[in-house]
């Protein structure tokens, strides 16, 4: 009898979940909150503290807690699911990114830089070293990074942070992929803070966006260091180009674009 009532109440805790479920989508906030209640309530007490079902319990109840604009619930139960997934954190490497990722979020909302930065580093532990072919997430981690640097008006920490994002990208997009050109825009804006650029003058070079010529000159710099010399030239040239374009030129940036110009045809010729 005791096994036929234990699977009754866990069909009964399924019931509930996918109760939860429905009013989550339809943001019935509080409905969902409360059957995912119910779900755990009786998850508590027929499986063992550390089950993973407790993990996506607690999990579904952070982001209801996420959309009724809780963080500091959200956060709690975050943590709860946290507690589980490092109990056996080999049984889904991704699951437990993923926690620390959502963690990372929480804590940024909350403006605790601190501890997201901690948690983004968790996160990037574990996509680096058990899930390396998913590019989008590390893409993902790193310009949460830059987005925290940014916030902090650490621009050169910040920059340094989307360079390895847009490096990881290209190894697998198109330059013109709409992701990247979202961190190129990125790039531009941190350029401005850095440098109190005012205005572009030229026409559309890329014929998609127009990016300040340190933006086209960052580019240029991520495929020569992949030993990609006819696209390091490209962009070189582009930086060139829109620096002659504007109002106010930077000599020194038109000499920096000129020599790597230079430098790319001579790793091109040696290449070939």
Known sequence: MKDISYENRLELSKTYHNIGMIHFYESNNDLALANFQQELD????????????????????????GKKQNSKKKLEYFHKELNIRLTTPQLNYS????????????????????????????ALKIVCEHLSNDYKFLITLYCDAGAMHFTEK?????LEIYEKAIEIGLNYLSVDDVNLE???????????????????????ISQTKQFTSLTYYTIGNIFNKMNNYERALAFYQNAHQIELQMLSTNRLYIEKYQDSIEQAKQNLHWSN
């Open 182 to 204: 979202n961190i190129y825009e990125i790039l531009d804006e941190i350029y401005y803070k850095k440098n109190d650029l005012i205005d572009l003058s030229s026409k559309n």
């Open 154 to 158: 650490d621009y050169d920490k910040s």
């Open 42 to 65: 009786i998850e508590l007490e027929i499986l063992e503290s550390t089950h993973p079902n407790l993990a996506v319990t607690y999990h579904h109840i952070a982001r209801v807690y």
């Open 95 to 122: 699951d437990l990114a993923a926690n620390y990722h959502n963690l990372s979020l929480t804590y940024y909302e909350l403006l605790d830089f601190i501890d997201a930065f901690k948690m983004n580093e968790e």
